[in-house]
């Protein structure tokens, strides 16, 4: 099986699996669900615990406001007293004003925590240093777990604009309209796949720019249409660099050391001469040949 370090970028994104006959439009197509697959997992990790911290998102309307604000403006949210967490909620005041601040007590917020904490671990890039490959059914596994552990703390469901919500109900776009996310997340259409800087066209095969031989790892590059050729790879990596900068350091410790050790200027001092003690002997130390 030929093995992709994908990245974006200089970042590692994941490492995927797949055969050299595979048609590059396929491929790609893989790759982009799999990408916008661990972004959606990111997304909804730091939600949850946000959710578990500070209870279900404010209605569009109350976010940012302060409860004199919201009192002044005669606000109500109707969804905060239908999404109850189950066992009951702990008031837990978000300093952002975009969440109620009922948050579930401390035993349903771990549940969502550490949920949470092993779905972002199961699509880390440390996942691609341990050399674990990730596919579609990791990504469907870690969103299901997600959505089952918020049923679980909040069996009434969520409110319909609450993020968490629309991301499980598919509506992502709208999940991460007008935020940095969505200049991260790609479309099937307008993405390409380059190596070795060249882009890989979609009417071909892989096989076609690496060869036959199956047990290839190349490092590929998912680029937006337009965006031109990603920089290429370093040729030293930045452990690599480190660790010949280390090995500089040492190299040049030692050059010292043995400097000093050579230092032969003890051979002008009064105690080395050879000739000091006969001298000594015949009187005629300390002779000054200058004219006084």
């Known amino acids: 099986m030929v093995r992709l370090l994908i990245k974006r970028g200089d970042e590692t994104q994941f490492l995927f699996e797949t055969t050299c006959p595979v048609p590059l439009s396929?491929?790609?197509?893989?790759?982009?669900?799999?990408?916008?697959?661990?972004?959606?997992?990111?997304?909804?990790?730091?939600e949850i615990k946000q959710l578990a911290s500070h209870g279900v998102t404010m209605a569009p309307n109350m976010q940012g406001l302060t409860d004199e604000q919201i009192e002044d403006l005669h606000l109500v949210d109707e969804w905060a007293d239908r999404c109850q967490p189950s066992g009951g909620a702990v008031d837990r005041k978000d300093p952002v004003g975009r969440r109620t601040g009922q948050a579930p007590n401390d035993k349903m917020a771990e549940v969502l925590k550490r949920t949470a904490e092993e779905a972002a671990s199961a699509v880390s890039r440390k996942q691609a240093e341990a050399n674990m490959c990730l596919t579609e059914i990791m990504i469907q596994d870690a969103l299901d777990k997600l959505r089952g552990a918020t049923m679980i703390v909040y069996p009434m469901g969520l409110p319909p604009h609450d993020p968490i919500r629309m991301e499980f109900s598919d509506n992502v776009e709208e999940a991460v309209a007008g935020t940095q996310a969505s200049l991260s997340i790609l479309e099937e259409s307008t993405t390409q796949l380059w190596w070795a800087g060249k882009e890989l066209q979609k009417d071909k095969t892989l096989r076609d720019f690496?060869?036959?031989?199956?047990?290839?790892?190349?490092?590929?590059?998912?680029?937006?249409?337009?965006?031109?050729?990603?920089?290429?790879?370093?040729?030293?990596?930045?452990?690599?660099?480190?660790?010949?900068?280390?090995?500089?350091?040492?190299?040049?410790?030692?050059?010292?050391?043995?400097?000093?050790?050579?230092?032969?200027?003890?051979?002008?001092?009064?105690?080395?001469?050879?000739?000091?003690?006969?001298?000594?002997?015949?009187?005629?130390?300390n002779i000054s040949w200058r004219p006084k």
Not at 26 to 46: M, P, S, T
Request: include cysteine; glycine fraction near 8%; aromatic fraction near 4%.
């Open 26 to 46: 396929e491929l790609i197509a893989q790759l982009v669900k799999i990408h916008n697959g661990r972004l959606q997992v990111e997304r909804l990790c730091d």
């Open 210 to 285: 690496i060869g036959r031989n199956e047990k290839t790892k190349i490092i590929a590059k998912l680029q937006k249409k337009g965006q031109g050729p990603p920089g290429r790879e370093p040729v030293v990596t930045e452990d690599e660099k480190k660790k010949m900068m280390a090995y500089a350091y040492k190299r040049q410790e030692e050059i010292k050391k043995l400097e000093e050790a050579a230092d032969d200027s003890h051979l002008n001092s009064p105690w080395a001469d050879p000739q000091m003690l006969q001298r000594q002997f015949q009187g005629v130390g």
